[in-house]
């Protein structure tokens, strides 16, 4: 076994710890406090998670805008899906592999396929230093005043990479296979997605705000420090590989930001409700694509081929 397997598998035991451990925590202050709470203000949470999913979902359309003719907009669903649901799984990142998986079967040629991930990724990563640092603009005073210019510069060198056809083709290369112009996604389709995950981002923030309120004292007015907590937790997970779905990391990063404010009990069953919710809303959506797209389809293409197949001519 290499070292970077290694590596993997003891991020992944201790991220499947450090979750465990934040799940039994959170559950005896749930079981003790959770009399208080209006449970039901969490819906504004799970739909603030809603709209952030179809926001990433259309960031991922218009990445593909122009290309999806070739495959038709049902694999680009699916690819989006795919990745989605794959963000759970242990391992590199998965997500990007489940997309992988589903436009190449599609028939996606695959130097275009590998050029769309590379911007896509990069295009994620910018969204997620940018957040925190247009939250940081508020922070007038502490630590978090470097990161508002520090963080735009970054977002920025980054989209600026991002939307360079050349280093994207060069980066893109696919084993045995010549690339051809064109293979990048045009520089306006990048910075659409860019905008979308951007705005993806600033949703997923406000719903862990939404849940903090709900779930601990925190205040109502102070939705910039929870959102920048929640944003930088979201962008440490989301650097560290094996991680599935950042889980373990992000819970980490907003019980260290946030157990001053809040006390570490209080942080802990923030970060494991605002995840728990999230899990709820992407099982939710997963299961209704899943009943109401692709078994009706998977039916009619059965019956459609078991007519073709008894049809006497």
């Not at 290499?2 to 559950?27: E, K």
């Not at 593909?64 to 649901?85: D, Y």
Request: glycine share 10%.
């Amino acid at each position: 076994m290499t070292g970077w397997r290694i590596a993997g598998r003891v991020v992944q035991a201790a991220s499947a710890a450090a979750l465990a451990g934040a799940c039994v925590l959170s559950a005896r202050q749930v079981a003790r406090v959770h009399e208080g709470w209006a449970l039901d203000a969490l819906g504004w949470a799970a739909l603030l998670m809603v709209v952030q999913v179809a926001a990433m979902a259309a960031g991922w359309g218009a990445l593909g805008h122009g290309w999806w003719t070739e495959v038709g907009r049902g694999a680009a669903v699916r690819s989006f899906v795919a990745g989605w649901a794959a963000r759970y799984v242990p391992g590199p990142p998965t997500g990007p592999a489940g997309k992988l998986v589903v436009l190449r079967t599609s028939g996606m040629p695959a130097e275009r396929v590998v050029a769309m991930l590379w911007v896509d990724q990069a295009a994620q990563l910018a969204a997620a230093v940018a957040v925190p640092s247009l939250l940081a603009l508020s922070a007038a005073e502490g630590p978090w005043r470097w990161l508002a210019p520090a963080g735009t510069v970054a977002a920025g060198a980054i989209m600026v990479l991002a939307t360079r056809p050349r280093l994207v083709r060069r980066l893109s290369r696919w084993p045995g296979r010549g690339l051809t112009p064109g293979t990048a996604p045009a520089p306006a389709a990048t910075w659409t997605a860019f905008a979308a995950y951007l705005l993806g981002g600033l949703l997923a923030a406000a719903a862990f705000h939404v849940t903090a309120v709900v779930v601990s004292p925190w205040p109502v007015g102070r939705w910039d420090d929870a959102m920048l907590a929640f944003s930088v937790a979201s962008l440490a997970g989301f650097l560290t590989p094996f991680a599935p779905s950042g889980a373990g990391v992000r819970e980490t990063v907003i019980v260290a930001l946030s157990g001053g404010e809040l006390g570490a009990t209080e942080a802990l069953t923030v970060a494991v409700v605002a995840r728990a919710t999230a899990v709820a809303v992407d099982g939710a959506l997963l299961a209704g694509y899943w009943l109401t797209v692709r078994l009706p389809t998977g039916r009619f293409a059965r019956a459609r081929r078991a007519t073709a197949s008894n049809r006497r001519w």
